[in-house]
T-cell receptor, first 115, second 112 residues
Framework: GAVVSQHPSWVICKSGTSVKIECRSL??????MFWYRQFPKQSLMLMAT?????????EQGVEKDKFLINHASLTLSTLTVTSAHPEDSSFYIC???????????FGPGTRLLVL | AQSVTQPDIHITVSEGASLELRCNYS??????LFWYVQSPGQGLQLLLK??????LVQGIKGFEAEFKRSQSSFNLRKPSVHWSDAAEYFC??????????FGTGTSLTVIP
């Protein structure tokens, strides 16, 4: 099946710094990828839709200037958390639709801890 | 508005017992339906999906789910639970290629 990877798997950073998270589709191309955020013991909340070659679409309440998304190629989307603060600490998961366009394949997630 | 409800926040079952996890949805059209499992600190693994056709779908790890349009439900079942099934289970609905809407999840504990 389709495989989606994320890097890094976990990261600890100081408050005020920026952190970049990569999401890659390893054996298929994805013109669209999705970024989710998951707080402990809660469900996944969609943050934004990443579109290759165009601007990302953000969900209501998500700060686009804080969560920068770049879909640089058909296999790579990046999420940059700018000027991170402790409240940004969370589990970030990306997904991409498979070749059948009907099933989402999820990355293993990136755990971010902002001190 | 689309929504997915998983009424049971936490379920505890004995190993070898049967399991049913409930999922109800509210959606404007006939959605695609999914069940995912998440182990602690891990990403989501697809258990099974329903697009159309036979309303009883088989998935991996011995799981199955039944789509009931009249009840707007897509409950997940397993006849005999194994200790390794302990995890968080998410029901989700979606349209083709579009974003998913997830339920709040059901945490499963398996007692030896």
């Amino acid at each position: 099946g389709a495989v989606v990877s994320q890097h890094p798997s976990w990261v600890i950073c100081k408050s005020g710094t920026s952190v970049k998270i990569e999401c890659r589709s390893l054996d298929f191309q994805a013109t669209t990828m999705f970024w989710y955020r998951q707080f402990p013991k809660q469900s996944l909340m969609l943050m934004a839709t990443s579109n290759e070659g165009s601007k990302a679409t953000y969900e209501q309440g998500v700060e686009k200037d804080k969560f920068l998304i770049n879909h640089a190629s058909l296999t790579l989307s990046t999420l940059t958390v700018t000027s991170a603060h402790p409240e940004d600490s969370s589990f970030y998961i990306c997904s991409a639709p498979g070749t059948d366009q009907e099933t989402q394949y999820f990355g293993p997630g990136t755990r971010l801890l902002v001190l | 508005a689309q929504s997915v409800t998983q009424p049971d926040i936490h379920i505890t079952v004995s190993e070898g017992a049967s399991l049913e996890l409930r999922c109800n949805y509210s959606y404007g059209a006939t959605p695609y339906l999914f069940w995912y499992v998440q182990s602690p600190g891990q990403g989501l693994q697809l258990l099974l999906k329903y697009f159309s056709g036979d309303t009883l779908v088989q998935g991996i790890k011995g799981f199955e789910a039944e789509f009931k349009r009249s009840q707007s439900s897509f409950n997940l079942r397993k006849p005999s639970v194994h200790w390794s099934d302990a995890a968080e289970y998410f029901c989700a609905v979606a349209q083709t290629g579009n974003q998913f809407y997830f339920g709040t999840g059901t945490s499963l504990t398996v007692i030896p």
